[in-house]
């Protein structure tokens, strides 16, 4: 067994990014105010690591009018699917 | 379901304490060759993590002497066996 780290994200050590990534795969699309209730984190913070993962191409949004008021829902790309599910099986794979 | 992180350890985010916790919890033991060879660090940085561990108390060494050469046995200490099971745990529940 050697290096039994080369298979772990950086993008995903963050535990804020590490949540917004797993909130994305357990649900389709979520809306910013979903995200920081779920992850009870502050605004800025949560734009920050939204625009890393955004950055990285592996989160992506799309952004309405509900009831004329702007809401932003968030998703999971398909290469933000495939970083994390090979980030989630290198951790898996750590403890075996 | 609300603050999906509370139980994620700021401690284990990075990936070589990550894989520090995990190998000494899949080995009883490990000595400092051992652990920088599975996780493919430098000295100096296996080094400081392993620091960063000790000063909270997850990880314990015994310094030995092997054919007159010293060895530093690195295990994790039962609070750093509980802390990361509640870490690995967190991380589990994320994805449910």
């Given at each position: 067994m050697k290096n039994i780290l080369k298979?772990?994200?950086?993008?995903?050590e963050n535990k804020v990014r590490l949540g917004i990534m797993s909130a994305l795969t357990v649900n389709d699309q979520l809306d910013f105010t979903a995200l920081r209730e779920?992850?009870?984190?502050?605004?800025?913070?949560?734009?920050?690591?939204?625009?890393?993962?955004e950055r990285e191409n592996?989160?992506?949004y799309r952004?309405?009018?509900?009831?004329r008021k702007p809401n932003t829902r968030y998703s999971i790309t398909p290469s933000g699917k495939e970083a994390f599910v090979?980030?989630?099986?290198?951790?898996?794979?750590?403890l075996k």
């Open positions: 298979d772990l994200n950086k993008a995903f779920l992850l009870d984190v502050t605004d800025g913070n949560l734009a920050s690591h939204l625009k890393y993962l592996f989160v992506e952004k309405e009018f509900l009831d090979k980030h989630i099986e290198a951790i898996e794979k750590l």
